[in-house]
């Protein structure tokens, strides 16, 4: 791979438009979230946080934690609705910390609901989720997904002649 960068041109920069055009553009990209520990669970759907939070409170029951890892636990990340080009500078924040590494592959918006999502390629197998997929919902930096993430543009063996 060659030139890789920020999507949006610097850290925090990326929006939502910016990262569609750069996956219409140049294919996947790269991305850190904040992903859960609870999200090992997920098996279908659109990933949101209110879902989530309905995981999570269903596995607390099950593991009938103390109060203090049960407060540990539902500490809620902020879900601030946003426009396709808010940057994570416009919302303030300077620097996220982030846990996991992800393929962002593509969007859409569930005809049902018109809920707009990511799809999104974890690293956890084939076995995981849909195929080792998952659906996150778009535009409101769930899992802190539209925060920071990475374009390239790919070599072709041709190019470099391996």
Request: a negative charge.
């Amino acid at each position: 791979m060659k030139d890789v960068k920020f999507v949006g041109g610097g850290y925090g920069s990326a929006t939502e438009k910016a990262m569609m055009k750069e996956i219409m553009h140049s294919g996947a990209i790269e991305g850190e979230v904040d992903f859960p520990s609870y999200g090992h669970m997920y098996t279908s759907g659109v990933m949101t946080s209110n879902g989530m939070k309905d995981l999570h409170s269903k596995m607390v029951e099950l593991a009938q934690l103390s109060d203090a890892a049960k407060t540990l636990l539902t500490k809620e990340h902020k879900n601030t609705a946003s426009s396709s080009e808010i940057t994570l500078h416009d919302r303030g924040i300077e620097w996220q910390a982030l846990n996991h590494s992800i393929l962002v592959i593509g969007w859409g918006t569930d005809p049902k609901t018109q809920l707009k999502y990511w799809i999104v390629r974890n690293s956890f197998g084939d076995t995981w989720g849909s195929d080792g997929n998952f659906m996150a919902e778009r535009g409101a930096d769930f899992i802190r997904i539209e925060g920071q993430s990475s374009a390239f543009d790919p070599v072709l063996c041709s190019e470099e002649k391996c």
